[in-house]
């Protein structure tokens, strides 16, 4: 019942239309639009008088009003980021979330953590200093992004690429990032609108392989498609989708969105793949879900690791994979062995992520249902 309910809603936001309805569930309800990030899209559209427990839309109310502010903020950072760098004749593209939010009949309606933000390889030492020139404070580095905050409590992720370790299968196509832009505004660039699609399609499904998705994870490939159909190289796209085996899963994606917003009723192999998303929430936030039991069902049923390969894998990763969060290990390899004793360190007083870790290790059942997860979104 809330499932078809959220389908309506979710159709009714894209109209612009208000609906009134009776949830038997109302704390159930408004923990899915929480989890699956959709606050933003789906407010305005739900009347107050339908909630029987005043506190519900309260939180809502508070939520909406953060995601409001939050977006304010992202926008006018966003502005500066431009300003900057066109001034200081730095090529960038605006990734994932800086882009999507424009393409929503109202940027607030799509939420975003961090501003990602790409500029050439031979531009990003440039680009860090006129960042911290300009009062960006720096915060982390992985092998292929740095991140830094804003004064408001706002972060930014600077990339020198758009691939990582996650996303190995299509480094072919992604690596050549700057093959595929075309020119805005002075320095500012985006993505050729099929190359991008691709490289979101390749995005989410290295959040289900590695943390999680949410509906609203997949509503943004419907939204991005929808808006830039009509310039879109179809033939293009559809080249790369067979190209780079992601013709199956984009069809899944696009038989989801169509059941999401209400234009299809879903058959007996959709639910299972449905409840998953819904209970996995925006990147693995969700309260029933576990992150580690999609890692360790991708790395079993598709990499064909083991129990123990994947148990040492998690304990001691690989340097080309630690080093994403000590990149130090780039210029001293040979202090691998003291990234992992650092790295069993902090596992050891995070007993609650290390409980989980162990028993997606020892569920086999729980794996299998994962796993069909993977075999129906062709993963």
Do not use: C
Request: glycine residues 4%.
């Amino acid at each position: 019942m809330q499932n078809e309910l959220i389908y309506h809603l979710l159709d009714l936001s894209f109209k612009k239309e208000t609906y009134k309805f009776d949830s038997q569930d109302e704390l159930e309800l408004t923990k899915i639009i929480f989890e699956n990030g959709l606050v933003g899209l789906l407010f305005e559209t739900i009347d107050k008088s339908s909630f029987k427990t005043p506190k519900y839309h309260q939180m809502l109310l508070q939520a909406f009003g953060a995601f409001v502010s939050k977006d304010i903020q992202q926008q006018a950072i966003i502005k500066d980021l431009k300003s900057l760098f066109n001034t200081h004749k730095i090529k960038h593209v605006f990734l994932k979330g800086s882009h999507l939010k424009e393409l929503y009949p109202e940027s607030y309606m799509r939420g975003m953590g961090d501003i990602d933000v790409v500029v050439p390889l031979d531009m990003f030492d440039v680009a860090k200093k006129v960042l911290i020139k300009h009062n960006y404070k720096f915060k982390s580095a992985t092998s292929h992004h740095h991140v830094y905050e804003t004064a408001d409590g706002n972060f930014i992720e600077l990339h020198q690429s758009i691939t990582s370790s996650n996303e190995y299968e299509n480094e072919a196509l992604l690596k050549n990032v700057w093959d595929h832009v075309y020119q805005v505004d002075g320095y500012t660039y985006k993505l050729e609108p099929a190359f991008e699609y691709v490289y979101l399609l390749t995005h989410l499904i290295r959040h289900i392989r590695t943390s999680g998705v949410g509906i609203r994870s997949l509503l943004d490939m419907k939204v991005y498609f929808e808006y830039y159909e009509s310039i879109m190289d179809l033939n293009k796209l559809n080249e790369y989708l067979i190209t780079y085996n992601l013709k199956d899963f984009n069809d899944k994606v696009i038989r989801l969105n169509q059941i999401f917003t209400n234009q299809i009723k879903p058959q007996e192999q959709d639910y299972h793949v449905i409840d998953y998303i819904m209970n996995s929430g925006i990147h693995g936030s969700g309260t029933k879900h576990d992150m580690y039991l999609t890692k360790r069902t991708h790395e079993q049923t598709r990499l064909k690791k083991s129990k123990l390969g994947f148990f040492f894998s998690e304990v001691f990763p690989s340097r080309d994979r630690i080093k994403e969060t000590y990149t130090y290990l780039k210029k001293h390899p040979w202090l691998l062995p003291w990234a992992w004793f650092v790295r069993i360190l902090k596992q050891v007083f995070k007993v609650k992520n290390t409980k989980k870790r162990l028993k997606s290790i020892s569920n086999d059942t729980e794996v299998d249902g994962v796993k069909g997860v993977y075999d129906y979104l062709g993963i």
